[in-house]
């Protein structure tokens, strides 16, 4: 009030009048600056209420199951229905649906093999539309400080998760002294000859291990050829007869194991292990963690709220806590994971067995036929 003493009547109704506009015009542009995607992010959950429904194909694990399952815990007026299934299964009970006009899934979950099938079939629609969080639109809480695609246009099928394999195989610890065998390389030692079994590489189950070998500038179509034609080197399919064989001792080494089922038979007091490479002769896979929005899917609101919901970092933390996968997402520490060979190292470059410019597997297999009727093998 001391500021208005010794001013005119008409002078102060007209300071008055300066502060009213003033004060309507902060009003305005507080309104004015509420983020658009607020406004549509609200939007997006209403209309996803309203439709009630979001459905997800997804994999058959119950590990998996639980994490995508843990969106209605968050939603809960939005019902989510799952339905599990090797990729395999899924794709054909979609393919089977689309033929006779019924349009039920709105999401896939899936390995990239399935997911570029799928793609090729014109089944999916662009993620990045329906990525409204500030949270999701920025490409730096990522892996590489970007979004990774697995399919050639970067926007059909989403990467939100990668695991570094290092993994040569397993082997006898009563058989193999592991300081012996630190590299790929090293099973080609004329020592082993005869004495290795290795998962079938042209098993579609096992197509990104060998892709990760063929495309790595440490190893290649040379130490596949050499391995598969000068080794001797028994083919098998079942994992567990193979695992066995190697506990047993009959064959000290195991390529292309599974690790998890080598550590859990150890934990069972069985002599096996695993033989580890240098990190630059591994691969990042993105496994089951592949994620693509179905085109004309019934249930597009809902769709858009699960997509952000699952790459947000709520989302992604459930996903790598339940699943026990590494997330791309780097603003999620790591330290919950049981393996932590699985967690990329900093300044170390992998290479992305899952991105399209390895998705090719035509030279390999072609490398490992000709290798394996060389040495006698079918």
Request: cysteine-free.
């Amino acid at each position: 009030m001391k500021q208005l003493k010794g001013l005119k009547p008409r002078a102060i109704a007209g300071r008055g009048i300066v502060l009213a506009v003033l004060f309507l015009m902060a009003l305005a542009g507080s309104s004015a600056a509420q983020p658009d995607w607020k406004r549509e992010w609200e939007g997006a959950v209403a209309a996803a209420e309203k439709e009630g429904q979001v459905t997800v194909y997804g994999p058959p694990g119950i590990h998996y199951q639980e994490a995508i399952r843990s969106f209605q815990e968050a939603y809960s007026k939005i019902k989510l229905v799952y339905v599990p299934g090797s990729g395999t299964d899924n794709s054909q009970r979609l393919l089977a649906e689309r033929r006779a006009g019924k349009y039920l899934a709105d999401l896939f979950v899936s390995g990239s093999g399935t997911a570029v099938i799928l793609f090729r079939g014109n089944i999916f629609d662009p993620l990045p539309p329906l990525l409204i969080l500030p949270e999701n639109r920025d490409p730096s809480v990522w892996f590489s400080g970007k979004h990774q695609y697995a399919d050639p246009q970067n926007q059909l099928i989403f990467i939100m998760q990668g695991n570094i394999d290092t993994s040569i195989g397993a082997y006898n610890t009563k058989l193999v002294n592991p300081k012996e065998i630190k590299s790929h390389w090293d099973v080609l030692n004329p020592k082993w000859k005869g004495k290795m079994v290795a998962y079938d590489p042209r098993a579609r189950g096992h197509i990104q291990n060998m892709r990760g070998i063929y495309y790595s500038p440490a190893l290649g179509g040379e130490f596949i050829r050499r391995l598969f034609s000068e080794m001797d080197v028994t083919i098998g399919r079942d994992q567990r007869q193979m695992l066995d064989w190697v506990a047993g001792g009959k064959f000290p080494i195991y390529l292309f194991s599974t690790d998890n089922d080598v550590e859990e038979a150890a934990r069972k007091g069985l002599p096996v292990g695993v033989l580890e490479s240098p990190p630059e002769e591994g691969y990042m896979s993105a496994g089951f963690g592949h994620l693509a929005l179905v085109n004309r899917a019934p249930h597009p609101n809902a769709a858009k709220v699960f997509v952000n919901w699952l790459l947000s970092k709520e989302g992604q933390l459930q996903w790598q806590k339940r699943t026990d996968n590494n997330s791309l997402r780097t603003d999620i520490p790591k330290g919950m994971l049981t393996d932590q060979r699985s967690v990329p190292r900093e300044g170390v470059k992998y290479l992305n067995a899952s991105l399209p410019q390895y998705e090719d597997v035509k030279p390999l297999l072609k490398i490992v036929n000709e290798a394996l009727a060389k040495s006698g093998k079918k």
